[in-house]
C-alpha cells in the first residue's frame, strides 16, 4: 500500500479542508496516509473526526505561507513541506501531496529529491477537462525559459503520464503555437518540432489554444511561461463566464425557475468543467513524487491529488519516464543542467543579504556543484 | 460621412452574410459603404435586398481563400483586400473592413498603406468582454518575436484606443506574465516593465492570464505569440463549456423544461460572453484604418466591426497615436524597423520559387529597402 505523505498545513483551508480530503483517500483509494504539519493544530482538526486514529501524524513546526517566495521557504529547515520530502528522500515514506505553495514545492522537492538523472529539469503537469479523457499540459509554469531540449523531455513526461496514468493508448503530443501552419511559431517551437518528428513518439505537430479543449491532442507540450498564460487564461474566462451565467439565471422569474429545474446537471456540469477538481499536478521529474493541489482545492480536490499520487506510485511512473528517455538519448539532450544561472545568483544573493552563510547556503552551494 | 470600404469576398459566409452586415451598418451607424468585390457576384447578392441602392461596389476580380499564405497573397494584383487597401491609399475611403484572411489583410495592410512613422511593427488589436467596458489586448497575434520598444508602443497604442474609442478614462495598462509578483515574467516582459514604468501611461505592472477578464485591467500588452495563445484558449473554454453546457440542459426532462425558462437570458448571457460579436480587431500601427473581424461573424459581428471603423476614423485615432508616441519618443525605440528579416527572406524565396521575379517581387524589394 503506497505511503503518501500529507502536508496538513498548505492550501486556503488547511487543516481542514486538507484533512477531510485525506479521510475521503483513506476510506476510498486503498492509501496510508501520513499527515505532515504542526502536531498540536493537527490533532485538535482530527479530533472532530472519528477517522482521527487512522493517520499518523509527523510534527513540522513551520508553515510555508501561500504567497513567500521560494528562496524563503528554501531556508525553513522544519517547514512541513520540506519534513515531507525528506520523509520521502529517507524512504519513509513514496510520495509527498501539497495545496500550499507551489513554489515552495518545486523549490524544496528539487532541493531534497533532484530530479531524475534523465531529466534537466522537472516542470508542473496539469490535466485538464477536454473532449476526451482530459488534456495534459507540460510545463503549466515551472520553468519561464526553456531550452528546446527542455520541451522535448516534457513531451515525453506527458507522454508516459497519459498513458500510465490516464489510460491514454498512445497519447497524441502537440506543441502549442501560434497557429498550425508550417511558419507558425517561434524559434522555440520550431526546433522543438524538429526533434519531436523524429521522436518515438506519436507527435501531430502544432496545436493551438483551442485544440486543449476538442480532443483533438492529449499531450500539449509547452514552456512554463505560455502554459501558465493557458491555463490562468482558462480558470479567468471559467469564472468571468460563471459569473455571468449566474447573473442570467437570477434575471427573472422565468429564468430563476430555469435554474431550478436544472440545477442538478448544471452542478454535474461544472464539476465537469471544473479543471482544480481532476487533482493533482506532478512536480514531472522529480526524482521522487510530488503532487502539487491547487490552493483552494476541495476536499475532493485533495482525494482527487492523492489519487494522482498513488497512481504514480503504483504504476512506476519515474522508472517508465527514465526508460523513455534513456532509449531517447541525444535527441532530448543528453545533459543535466543545473539551477539556471540567473535563478541561482538570485536564491544566492537573497540567501547572503539574510546575514548568514549558513547550512541552507553550503547545501544549495552543494547543489549548485552537483549540477552545473 | 465616413467612407468605409468593405471586402465582400471575406469571411466564412461571404458575401451573404458580409452584406447583411453592411446592411445594418448603412441603417444605423452614419457610414458611407462601398463593397469591393468580384461585381457579379455582390450585385447578384445585394439584388436579394431592397436596400440594394445603397452601396457602389467596386470589382476585384480576385479572392484570398481564409487560409492562403500572405506570401501568396502578397502577389495577387486585384484581390478584393488589395483593391480596399489601395483605395485608401489614393484617398477614396478611410476605412477598410475585411472578415476574410487576416494574415493577409495585415501583409497587404503593411504593403499597401505601410506603418505610422512613429511604429515600428503593427498589431493585432482585440477586445475581449470583461467585468468593466471590456479588455484590450495588444498583440493578439500579428508579431512572433517582439522587441520591448515593440511591446511599448503596443501599449501606448492600446491605451489610445481604450481612451478614444472604448471611453475609460486613464486606462490601466499592464503586462500579460506568468504572475505579478516582482522575479516573475521572461526576458521581454521584464525589459517592458521597467521602460512602462517611466513611461506616461497608468500602469499597472504584470497581470495573469485571469486578470482579463475580472476588471482588473483596462489594456493587456503581449507579444503576438502569447497574445494568440490566450486568445484561442479562451475560445477554446468557451466552446468546450457551451457544448458541455448545452449536454446538461438536454440531460433529462427537468433539465430541459429549465433550459426553456431560461433560455432567454442565457443567450443574452452568450452574447455577452462572446468576444467575436465585440466586432473588429483594428490593425493598430498601420497608416490608415484597417479591421479584421473574425472570419464566422454574424451579420452583428460584421455591424461592429465597421463602428470600429467608423469610430477609428471619427476619433482621429491614428493622429492621437502619432503624438502620443512622439511625445514619448526614446522610451518607446525612436527607429523605424523593416520586416523581419527572417520573414523577408520567406517571402523572397517563395515569391522566387514561382519562377518570376516580377512587379510583386520588385515592390516587396522596394518595401525592405525603406524598411532597413
Known amino acids: 500500500m503506497p505511503k503518501i505523505a500529507i502536508d496538513a498545513m498548505g492550501g486556503d483551508h488547511a487543516p481542514a479542508i486538507v484533512i477531510d480530503g485525506a479521510l475521503l483517500a483513506a476510506q476510498d483509494l486503498g492509501v496510508e496516509i501520513i499527515l505532515v504539519g504542526q502536531k498540536n493544530v493537527v490533532e485538535q482538526e482530527l479530533n472532530k473526526h ?33 519534513v515531507g520530502f525528506e520523509m520521502m528522500k529517507r524512504g519513509q515514506v513514496d510520495a509527498v501531496v501539497s495545496a500550499g505553495n507551489s513554489g515552495a514545492m518545486m523549490a524544496l522537492g528539487m532541493f531534497v529529491m533532484g530530479t531524475l538523472s534523465q531529466v534537466a529539469r522537472p516542470a508542473i503537469l496539469v490535466v485538464v ?17 526553456c531550452k528546446p531540449h527542455n520541451l522535448v523531455q516534457f513531451a515525453f513526461m506527458g507522454a508516459i503520464y497519459a498513458e500510465r496514468i490516464l489510460d491514454v493508448a498512445k497519447p ?18 520550431r526546433a522543438v518540432s524538429e526533434r519531436l518528428s523524429a521522436a518515438s513518439l506519436n507527435f501531430i505537430g502544432y496545436v493551438e489554444g483551442r485544440d486543449i479543449f476538442n480532443g483533438k491532442v492529449d499531450v500539449v507540450v509547452c514552456d512554463g511561461f505560455t502554459g ?99 532509449a531517447a538519448d541525444g535527441l532530448a539532450g543528453d545533459k543535466k543542467e543545473g539551477l539556471p544561472r540567473k535563478l541561482w ?13 549558513d547550512e541552507a547556503s553550503a547545501e544549495t552551494d552543494r547543489l549548485r556543484g552537483s549540477g552545473e
Open 50 to 82: 472519528r477517522g482521527a486514529s487512522k493517520f499518523d501524524i509527523i510534527d513540522a513546526s513551520q508553515i510555508v505561507p501561500m504567497h513567500e517566495s521560494p528562496s524563503v521557504a528554501l531556508r525553513k529547515k522544519d517547514s512541513s513541506i520540506k
Open 345 to 357: 545568483q538570485r536564491f544566492k544573493s537573497k540567501i547572503e543579504s539574510l546575514g548568514e552563510k
Open 172 to 189: 497524441r503530443v502537440g506543441v502549442l503555437s501560434n497557429g498550425e501552419e508550417e511558419g507558425k511559431g517561434n524559434e522555440l517551437t
Open 228 to 326: 501558465n498564460i493557458a491555463l490562468k487564461t482558462m480558470e479567468g474566462v471559467a469564472s468571468f463566464a460563471s459569473e455571468v451565467l449566474k447573473e442570467a439565471f437570477q434575471k427573472n422569474l422565468s429564468s430563476r425557475m430555469g435554474y431550478l429545474f436544472s440545477r442538478n446537471s448544471l452542478a454535474e456540469a461544472y464539476r465537469r468543467l471544473d479543471y482544480a477538481e481532476y487533482g493533482g499536478a506532478p512536480l514531472i521529474g522529480l526524482d521522487g513524487v510530488g503532487i502539487i493541489a491547487h490552493g483552494g482545492s476541495s476536499p475532493l480536490a485533495i482525494k482527487n491529488a492523492i489519487r494522482a499520487a498513488r497512481d504514480a506510485v503504483n504504476q512506476d511512473m519515474n522508472r517508465h519516464i527514465a526508460d523513455a528517455l534513456s
Open 129 to 145: 477537462p477536454s473532449r476526451g479523457k482530459g488534456t495534459v499540459i507540460v510545463d503549466a509554469g515551472a520553468n519561464v525559459d
